[in-house]
């Protein structure tokens, strides 16, 4: 969700109201408090979603493809695992007596999930099925089995990823015939069988599809596993909106079962865009449509986010982990459509445009040695690949730096350019958990030069287009 793409979608969200769209307002955009956050991974200029999750979720910057370790442990080497683990605000938060969820549209053992829960050396090792011999050998656990093990009591877990939690060969629930939807462990097991086995008498409940989420009471559920899709959910434009459920109404649900703690709750919210969920999907497969598609959907959790909860009480970040390569201009008019063409020719080959262009990617193309004249295809259509400057198989990230937006309890602490890793630990300041704690008082931060406190104990949202939400009771 680098800048490009936080306009873009606010001019396509305004198009799909029928306004020309320039002078819309995106629900983060209304955020009193704003900042910049630098991306790069300790090893890395240009960043993955491993090293930021890192950065932005257990406040150390780290090296790409890693997720929870420090920057001394080194990616596929097993053995760097060990004295390298780092924890996340959702432990912290864990540890202080609230509740804490994650929602994804992505797997929930994806990088940016992942970093809220797992040590691991490789982003990859989604199952003990993707990791290699040696890795298992020298103690490693795959990700999908840290989801159950590390942190335990995870009170809110949804989104994809269900083949990676049963056994090799494993038809799925949805899709019994599909090969690629199987299960994919090595070691035999079930492990939402082992989730709900845990739980004992508590409320406890696993669901993979939206009627069995909608159909549940979250004042009457302790805990929720939903896991959609084998691995990740489907584009906004392509869900099956009988069978999976749109990122709204998962955090509606998840924002209603956690704020039942009197101590408050922290939610992980990820809606993948250009670098965070199916947005940054979109942007990675060239798919301009489809990621701010994803972005708007973004939005309206965010929104959703808002009515559920108070100002006063919850600290609510939206940011994002990297940027990608996408831009758009082309000195188009106002109210041109955001997947319309630049309003003249190019002087070059004299041949239309689009506004929106990829620096690299897979929409490379020529015809005869040329570029492709678009006028003679449908660049509009959903999966249209946008033109990219340099050929390759799946665009790349961008590196510059990512807005912050915030609002809430001490929101204004983030301002101004900071390094990424310093968003976990304002938002540990400001709800008096993890190990910074000395200025609060009872539990409650106490502002400068005040002998007593009288605000309430914060929430906490984070929303990583991402997506972050502090909850305080």
Not at 95 to 110: L, Q
Not at 299 to 305: E, F, N, P, T
Request: aromatic share 8%; charged share 20%.
């Amino acid at each position: 969700m680098g800048i490009p793409t936080v306009t873009a979608a606010r001019i396509l969200k305004g198009q799909m109201n029928g306004f020309s769209g320039e002078e819309t307002q995106l629900e983060m955009d209304k955020f009193p408090h704003v900042a910049l956050a630098k991306t790069y991974n300790t090893n890395a200029q240009v960043p993955d979603s491993a090293g930021t999750a890192t950065a932005y979720l257990c406040g150390v910057k780290a090296n790409e493809g890693t997720v929870g370790v420090s920057a001394a442990a080194v990616r596929s080497q097993c053995n760097t695992t060990f004295g390298n683990e780092v924890t996340s605000i959702l432990k912290w938060a864990k540890d202080a007596g609230k509740s804490v969820g994650i929602v994804t549209t992505t797997r929930v053992n994806h990088a940016t999930p992942s970093a809220a829960y797992a040590h691991c050396v490789d982003r990859d090792w989604y199952s003990d099925g993707e990791m290699p011999p040696e890795a298992i050998q020298g103690g490693c656990k795959d990700i999908a089995r840290q989801l159950l093990e590390n942190i335990p009591n995870i009170d809110v877990i949804m989104g994809g990823g269900r083949k990676y939690m049963y056994p090799k060969n494993t038809p799925d629930v949805e899709y019994p015939n599909e090969y690629k939807a199987n299960g994919t462990r090595q070691d035999g097991r079930r492990l939402v069988d082992e989730w709900k086995s845990s739980k004992g008498n508590q409320a406890a409940h696993y669901v993979w599809n939206k009627n069995q989420l909608l159909a549940l009471n979250p004042h009457k559920v302790d805990y929720l596993l939903g896991l959609f899709e084998p691995a990740d959910m489907r584009y906004d434009l392509e869900r099956d909106k009988q069978m999976d459920p749109s990122l709204a109404e998962m955090v509606e649900v998840a924002i209603k079962i956690l704020q039942k703690n009197p101590k408050g709750f922290y939610l992980l919210v990820e809606g993948k865009w250009p670098a965070c969920g199916r947005i940054d999907h979109g942007h990675h497969e060239g798919k301009a449509k489809q990621a701010l598609h994803e972005a708007v959907q973004m939005d309206i959790a965010v929104g959703k986010a808002g009515v559920l909860t108070s100002e006063e009480d919850t600290l609510t970040v939206v940011t994002a982990d990297h940027s990608h390569v996408f831009t758009f201009g082309g000195y188009t008019l106002r109210g041109n459509s955001i997947f319309g063409l630049a309003p003249m020719q190019s002087d070059v080959d004299n041949k239309p445009f689009t506004s929106i262009l990829y620096g690299n990617g897979p929409g490379f193309k020529l015809s005869n040695g040329e570029r492709e004249n678009i006028s003679t295809i449908d660049y509009k259509q959903n999966n249209y690949l946008a033109q990219s400057a340099v050929p390759l198989q799946m665009e790349t990230h961008g590196g510059e730096d990512v807005a912050v937006f915030a609002k809430g309890p001490l929101a204004h602490l983030l301002h101004g350019v900071h390094e990424q890793n310093y968003i976990p630990h304002v938002m540990a300041y400001a709800t008096c958990i993890g190990q910074n704690t000395e200025h609060c008082k009872g539990g409650y931060p106490v502002p400068c030069g005040a002998s007593s406190l009288t605000s309430t104990l914060i929430n906490l949202l984070s929303f990583l287009i991402l997506s972050l939400l502090l909850c305080w009771p």
